[in-house]
């Protein structure tokens, strides 16, 4: 059995405490890893692929978490069949108010990119429902073996 690595964030922006805040989560903000980038759908670009780096240097905290999965390689590809897709804007706001019917098709938002990348490959981590509504800390919440670090460069050591 592999693993899908996965980098949650947070970072001391007025958004991400809104979105801890609402979301009673430790973190913000979550991304699949391939190699040294991570995808996921970010705010204003979408689903885009950043450098580890550039996305550790810019946060406050950060922690790594192995996912178990039969096959990595397919839930990455399926992430990157996806790049250049838009940000589901609306989709965040139905978090808010408890609603999937805000979703915009072909649209993501960060965990909601995550869930939906691993029940298109077929390894389902939310119940089918949830994909919409999903939150950094409900992926946060699958046991897997996780990775922290005070200072988020310092996970840039777990890449070398």
Not at 7 to 26: D, H, P, Y
Not at 116 to 126: M, N
Request: proline letters at 7%; glycine letters at 8%; charged letters at 15%.
């Amino acid at each position: 059995m592999g693993v899908v690595r996965v980098l949650f964030t947070r970072r001391r922006a007025i958004g991400s405490l809104l979105i801890r805040g609402v979301t009673w989560s430790a973190f913000s903000h979550v991304e699949i890893v391939i190699g040294d980038h991570v995808i996921g759908a970010n705010i204003p670009h979408g689903v885009s692929l950043t450098p580890i780096k550039e996305r550790l240097a810019v946060s406050s905290y950060a922690a790594l978490v192995d996912l178990p999965c039969a096959d990595p390689v397919r839930v990455q590809q399926v992430a990157i069949d996806q790049l250049g897709k838009g940000y589901d804007y609306l989709g965040l706001l139905g978090i808010l108010v408890h609603s999937d019917a805000l979703q915009t098709p072909d649209k993501f938002f960060c965990s909601e990119f995550v869930a939906w990348s691993f029940r298109e490959a077929g390894y389902p981590l939310l119940r089918p429902e949830l994909i919409g509504r999903g939150t950094p800390q409900n992926l946060w919440m699958i046991p897997a073996p996780a990775i922290t670090q005070g200072h988020p460069l310092e996970l840039l050591s777990q890449f070398s």
